[in-house]
Structure formats: structure tokens, C-alpha cells
């Protein structure tokens, strides 16, 4: 069935780095924009970052632009999540997300947690 | 960036009322507006697209409307399932993709 699968979240101090991956099965990657939204404890959702479904484009959110890198390995169906410099301000559920091109943002991982704490 | 507002932050309501939620945006979207759902500790869910296409699968009593500015989700007779929170989005214009702040329905 058509899932995303989100892994790699953890605790971390501040400064450090950390990488997330989502799997996708049972659909194109390459058809999708492919997106990261994140939502901090008792929060609303935030956009962090995308990747163009022709692999044209990577954009960024001004909070993480420059510490976050979003990238994709379509052998292996995974979008990653590089996240460097990590601040408090980054701690927050992190959801994979597939945006199906003017029908929505229609199928979301499970989401994994980053918690940023000395 | 295009701003989305929400309103309500918060609605009490019973089962069976009529609940409307708005959503504003700071400039003309046409209709790339789309809303969610979030039960707590769950991920969003997709209820409608393009302003007012239902998803495939969302009950019929999930409808939404609007364009340019000013946009509406309505639940025409609220489920007990239905307490959560409502976001709107816009994808008109990337980058950022924009979120309302949220609109948290609670059972009166």
C-alpha cells in the first residue's frame, strides 16, 4: 500500500547534527514533490523543505536555511532530511510528506521525533 | 510570504451542530487552498483539495469553499470523531508553503 515511513529522529544536543529518512512504497518517487513538515510540542505544522519532483529544485524554510539539506536517492525511494547546527527551536515531530501536484499533501509518514537538548 | 489566518483558534461544539471554520489569506491564492485534520498524536489528514474537492474516502458532511482570499470548511453535522484540529494550506505560492495556525474543535 502507499505509505511513507519516517526514521532517524532521536535526542541531540545543540550544535550537533542529525539525519532523517523517509522510505516510500508502492508509488513513483519521482512523481511527487516531496516535502518535510515539522510541528513542535503543542504547535502547528510547519513547512521546513521540499524536493521538486524532477530533482530541479530544493527550497527551504528561512528558519532552516543553511543547516538543513533535503535530498533524494530514487534507487532506494528515500528522502533525507540533512539537519545541522541543531538549535532547541528545532525540537518537533518531523513528518514526510507527499504533495500530489495541485490535489494536496496527500499521504504523511508516521512521523519521527527531534528532540534538541544539553 | 502568504500569510493564512485561521478562525477560530478554538470552537466548543456537540454532536450534531454545524461547525464553519475560516481561513484568510494575506493575498489572492485563486483556490490552492487545502484543509487537514490532526487527532492528537497522529499525522494530518488530507480532507479537501483545491479549495472544495473532497478526498477520496472524507465523509460527505466535510465540504469546503472559496477563493481568492477568503476561504470555508464546513462539518455539517458534527461526528464524535471529529474533535480535532483543522488546518488550512495554501500552494499557491512555494517557496514558503503556508499553514494556518489551527483551528482546535472541542466537544461542548
Known amino acids: 500500500q502507499v505509505q511513507l515511513v519516517d526514521s532517524g529522529g532521536g535526542v541531540v544536543q545543540p550544535g550537533r547534527s542529525l539525519r532523517l529518512s523517509c522510505t516510500a512504497s508502492d508509488f513513483t518517487f519521482s512523481d511527487y514533490n516531496m516535502h518535510w513538515v515539522r510541528q513542535a510540542p503543542g504547535k502547528g505544522l510547519e513547512w521546513v523543505a521540499v524536493?521538486?519532483?524532477?530533482?530541479?529544485?530544493?527550497y527551504y524554510a528561512d528558519s532552516v536555511k543553511g543547516r538543513f539539506t533535503i535530498s533524494r536517492d530514487i534507487s532506494k525511494n528515500t528522502l533525507n532530511l540533512q539537519m545541522n547546527s541543531l538549535g532547541v527551536e528545532d525540537t518537533a515531530v518531523y513528518y514526510c510528506?507527499?504533495?500530489?501536484?495541485?490535489?494536496?499533501?496527500?499521504?504523511w509518514g508516521q512521523g519521527t521525533t527531534v528532540t534538541v537538548s544539553s | 510570504d502568504i500569510q493564512m489566518t485561521q478562525s477560530p483558534s478554538s470552537l466548543s461544539a456537540s454532536v450534531g451542530d454545524r461547525v464553519t471554520i475560516r481561513c484568510r489569506a494575506s493575498q489572492d491564492i485563486n483556490t490552492y487552498l487545502n484543509w487537514y485534520q490532526q487527532k492528537p498524536g497522529k499525522a494530518p489528514k488530507l480532507l479537501v483539495y483545491a479549495a472544495s474537492a473532497l478526498q477520496s474516502g472524507v465523509p460527505s458532511r466535510f465540504s469546503g469553499s472559496g477563493s481568492g482570499t477568503d476561504f470555508i470548511l464546513t462539518i455539517s453535522s458534527l461526528q464524535p470523531e471529529d474533535f480535532a484540529t483543522y488546518y488550512c494550506?495554501?500552494?499557491?505560492?512555494?517557496?514558503?508553503?503556508?499553514f494556518g495556525g489551527g483551528t482546535k474543535v472541542e466537544i461542548k
Open positions: 510528506v507527499r504533495d500530489d501536484l495541485g490535489y494536496g499533501m496527500d499521504v
Open positions: 494550506q495554501q500552494s499557491y505560492s512555494i517557496p514558503p508553503l503556508t
Open positions: 524536493f521538486w519532483s524532477d530533482g530541479s529544485k530544493q
